[in-house]
């Protein structure tokens, strides 16, 4: 898969600068036993969005937008996620609710949803 960048637009809660972030990978941070609602985890490279610097990218519209539209390119329902609560957002990823729609999508993908990644 090529380098994929999200873009931030720094009108974030938690940050005021508009770059590009460069995704490592996602992957299920925890799966409700039931297969209703989970966490994706948006891994990015610290080298090029270092939170201790430039804050959280927790509430940024634009790299939401970006993200539901690759998840969307990939068959996986992005309109079903969302920023998962401030104090859930890691150093070196984004934390997202998923509900059921995604993880319809994303088990249409994978016979092991909990050993999924992305990249």
């Not at 972030?21 to 609602?37: A, C, H, P, Q």
């Not at 998962?84 to 059921?100: F, I, L, T």
């Amino acid at each position: 898969m090529s380098e994929i960048i999200l873009h931030t637009d720094g009108k974030g809660l938690w940050s005021g600068i508009a770059k590009g972030v460069r995704i490592t990978n996602m992957k299920l941070g925890y799966l409700y036993e039931d297969g209703s609602f989970g966490e994706l985890r948006v891994y990015f490279d610290t080298a090029s969005w270092d939170t201790r610097e430039c804050g959280l990218i927790y509430t940024d519209k634009k790299f939401m937008r970006e993200l539901r539209k690759l998840l969307n390119s990939h068959s996986l329902k992005g309109s079903d996620v969302h920023y998962s609560e401030q104090g859930m957002q890691g150093r070196g990823y984004v934390s997202c609710d998923v509900g059921k729609k995604f993880l319809q999508s994303l088990r249409a993908k994978t016979d092991n949803m909990e050993a999924w990644t992305f990249c």
